[in-house]
């Protein structure tokens, strides 16, 4: 998912006055901070959540449901192509028929790369699998018919009208977006539930709206980080990289920003419940995330701990670093946290991301890949590092 940090000027507004700090870590037997259950209390109490009320009747229906026919048109680039690889793998394991159509050919250096490299899984399991053009989609699925279609490429009503014309054209029954929870305006009061504000130039707001118009039955989902065997975002292989070449990790903020990292297996099993309850999506929006937050130092800690390893965090102010953020730290510098409170209380969804086991599992790949031996410079760390005087040696201070 292509989101990315905080201008500078926004860092410094959300990370608010301090000092620049190391903060020395072993893998700790607890990785919970106390300052996360103070937020979540407060959550609960100004909000509610009627998660468990819900989640009964809506997966009895689930279990009864008719097979459907689906469509996942996937893109062939950044964070969201793996939400289409998980959602097959739900669709299938629950009995539906899937084809991917996957942007551009089958024969180009991005297939090679998960999760498209393991397309294997899903043929195995029974899915159709095909490349082209989704301004031509009709055409790309040889004339095949569908029950329902999730678009999972556009980011604008240009590139999703073509999909969402062919499918109301088509007699699809429901319509299914990937959007993006990087459309809520910022708030003082995390975090992001469905109905916050959102900004309406974004392009992703404008396909909401249409497919509201065009379909009866629509939903759309707004994921947020994301992590899971098979992603290419490159994002926790950031901490690693530096963790295994005992590097200081520089973290902008105070660290205590809070976001949200789902497992990829969570949107698939999210979506598939869309897919069994047309009736109770129709016409929602979904937060397609975790129930969890984590700090940017959590996060840090995490990783750590995941490889078996001590980290050094050293939190920084990117203006007087002299960096901007956005180009020096994979995640936004602000608090960035989304609530799946429509998916529990609509369609019964729980999550099993385990952040900390998560990480096991993408650490694993990241050692077998041999990206932890190979030589890195971190020119724009060692910037940050000399300028709050913490550079590690050989870098002048």
């Avoid at 469905?194 to 509201?212: F, L, T």
């Avoid at 130092?297 to 956005?326: H, Q």
């Avoid at 602000?334 to 969804?349: I, N």
Wanted: aromatic share 8%; net charge neutral; charged share 20%.
């Amino acid at each position: 998912m292509a989101f990315s940090p905080a201008t500078t000027a926004t860092a410094a507004r959300a990370a608010g006055a301090f000092t620049s700090a190391r903060v020395s870590s072993s893998p700790p037997s607890s990785l919970s901070s106390p300052f996360l259950p103070r937020v979540a209390g407060a959550i609960v109490a100004r909000r509610g959540r009627g998660a468990r009320a819900a989640a009964s009747p809506v997966r009895a229906q689930a279990a009864g449901a008719a097979k459907k026919n689906v469509l996942v048109v996937n893109t062939n680039s950044g964070g969201h192509a793996v939400i289409g690889f998980y959602f097959a793998k739900a669709l299938l394991a629950a009995g539906h028929a899937v084809t991917v159509l996957t942007v551009g050919d089958e024969g180009s250096d991005k297939m090679k790369k998960p999760p498209f490299s393991r397309f294997s899984e899903l043929t195995s399991a029974g899915a159709k699998t095909v490349w082209g053009d989704p301004a031509d989609v009709g055409a790309a699925v040889g004339g095949a018919s569908f029950d329902v279609v999730l678009e999972n490429n556009g980011k604008d009503l240009d590139a999703v009208k073509p999909v969402a014309d062919w499918a109301k054209s088509a007699g699809v029954g429901q319509f299914l977006f990937i959007s993006s929870a990087g459309i809520y305006l910022q708030t003082d009061e995390p975090p992001h539930v469905e109905g916050d504000a959102v900004k309406e130039s974004a392009g992703h707001v404008g396909v909401e709206k249409y497919i509201a118009a065009e379909f009866g039955s629509w939903a759309s989902f707004r994921p947020q980080y994301m992590t899971g065997s098979g992603n290419n975002k490159d994002c926790e292989e950031w901490f690693f990289d530096r963790i295994v070449r005992k590097r200081p990790v520089p973290i902008p903020g105070s660290g205590m920003q809070l976001t949200n990292i789902s497992h990829a297996r969570d949107l698939g099993s999210m979506l598939t419940l869309a897919v069994d309850n047309p009736d109770a999506a129709a016409g929602k929006i979904f937060n397609c995330v975790s129930d969890r937050g984590v700090t940017l130092n959590g996060l840090a800690k995490m990783c750590a701990a995941a490889a078996g390893a001590t980290v050094e965090i050293v939190n920084y102010d990117p203006a007087a670093a002299g960096v901007d953020a956005k180009k020096a730290f994979p995640f936004r510098n602000m608090h960035f946290y989304a609530e799946p409170r429509a998916a529990k209380e609509v369609l019964g969804w729980t999550s099993t991301t385990n952040l900390p086991e998560d990480l096991k599992e993408r650490f694993a790949e990241y050692a077998s890949s041999g990206r932890g031996e190979k030589a890195m410079t971190f020119d724009l760390d060692d910037k940050i590092l000399a300028a709050v005087g913490a550079a590690p040696v050989g870098v002048a201070a």
